[in-house]
């Protein structure tokens, strides 16, 4: 069956780095764009990058989080670097067989999300 597991989240300072990865299984990762959003509390789940053969960002992480994948080992990443205490979320993986998009229901498989939370 379909799996998109994410890891490597977790506290970290302002100014600090994180990276996120998404192992996926159970369809052919490279025929997917992939994408990463995140949910604060209280708000809605929201883009953050995504990537096919090009990629695609927020403007809110533009220049500090870069999305990468490496299709041999259906894995898709996000490096997080100078982090912000609004980054706060727990961020998603999903995957889209229609193409990068900014909107959730263009993504067909989600993963179940690892927190990210950013202190001041």
């Known amino acids: 069956q379909v799996q998109l597991v994410e890891s490597g989240g977790g506290l970290v300072q302002a100014g600090g780095s994180l990276r996120l990865s998404c192992k996926a299984s159970?369809?052919?990762?490279?025929?997917?764009?992939m994408g990463w959003f995140r949910q604060a509390p209280g708000k809605e789940r929201e883009f953050v990058a995504a990537i096919r053969r090009s990629t695609y960002y927020a403007d809110s992480v533009w220049g500090r989080f870069t999305i990468s994948r490496d299709n041999a080992k259906n894995t898709v990443y996000l490096q997080m670097d100078s982090l912000k205490p609004e980054d706060t979320a727990v961020y998603y993986c999903a995957a889209s067989n229609s193409g990068s998009s900014t909107y959730t229901d263009k993504y067909n498989y989600w993963g179940q999300g690892t927190q990210v939370t950013v202190s001041s």
């Open positions: 159970g369809f052919t990762f490279s025929s997917y764009a």
